[in-house]
């Protein structure tokens, strides 16, 4: 107790600020030194001085009160740095090494988070997107009566919400390349895989736009069937969408693709 209140005493009168102090700090055995010294630059912001000896200190605790403490402010460290991905290994590692911590629910949701911070936007590929929602699931199945949980879901639903938009914008670019085919089957796939997707009355007009187009450049004994299933998507968006400002646009192909199917034999 002595050593530690002179410890502090002379962090209070001096900051290793040069690097000779701190080269010196570093070599030195004194790893109680290294901790008090540690913890108060992590106190004061300076994470990367934190870090350097909160690394040397990993070993020597293990196990211990201190090394529950250096585990987690590495962590903490790393995330307050926006180092996402070495944040949420730091998290994951307090989580499964001290399950019985006062910290532990705090790093998993804070390991499923970083997840969440390395997640891209909507245009880029969505691995990282599908891998935060797993942990963020799998934080609420594991402490569903948390304080966190409704931020969690809220989560969950931000992440949906970027693939919903990755997948319709998918659709929307197989139909401007004209491969209606994909396109169809894009928006098929949307709509069971979104079931609430907001784009739903867009989708059922864009449906029934490919399908005609899909139609007028089909060989002619595939064209009933595809001018068929234009009708019925503008059919199913009128009736499900009466007063959509798509309506009047849904008629004008619906009754296109009828003449056209009063023409074929």
Do not use: W
Request: aromatic share 14%; with cysteine.
């Amino acid at each position: 107790m002595k050593k530690r209140i002179l410890i502090l005493a002379v962090l209070g009168t001096m900051v290793f600020a040069s690097c000779n102090d701190f080269g010196r700090l570093i070599k030195s055995t004194d790893n109680e030194m290294k901790y008090e010294v540690a913890m108060d630059y992590y106190d004061r912001g300076d994470y990367n001085h934190a870090l350097q000896l909160f690394d040397l200190l990993q070993a020597a605790y293990r196990n211990t009160p201190r090394g529950e403490n250096i585990t987690y402010r590495t962590a903490e460290c790393y995330f307050k740095q926006t180092d996402y991905d070495i944040a949420a290994y730091y998290y994951n590692k307090f989580f499964t090494t001290y399950p019985f911590s006062k910290n532990a629910e705090k790093a998993a949701y804070m390991n499923a988070y970083c997840s969440y911070m390395l997640s891209p936007e909507s245009g880029l590929d969505q691995t990282n997107t599908h891998t935060a929602i797993k942990h963020l699931k799998a934080f609420a199945e594991r402490f569903p009566q948390s304080d966190s949980l409704e931020r969690v879901n809220q989560l969950i639903d931000n992440l949906n919400e970027k693939l919903e938009e990755k997948d319709y914008n998918m659709c929307r670019l197989f139909y401007r390349m004209e491969n209606y085919s994909a396109a169809i089957t894009s928006f098929e796939n949307m709509l069971k895989n979104h079931p609430n997707t907001k784009h739903r009355e867009e989708i059922l007009f864009d449906m029934a736009t490919t399908y005609y187009d899909y139609a007028e450049n089909s060989v002619p004994e595939k064209q009933r069937e595809r001018y068929e299933s234009c009708v019925e998507q503008c059919n199913t968006l009128t009736y499900l969408y009466p007063n959509s400002p798509f309506v009047n646009d849904v008629q004008n192909i619906a009754a296109k693709a009828r003449k056209k199917l009063e023409n074929i034999k």
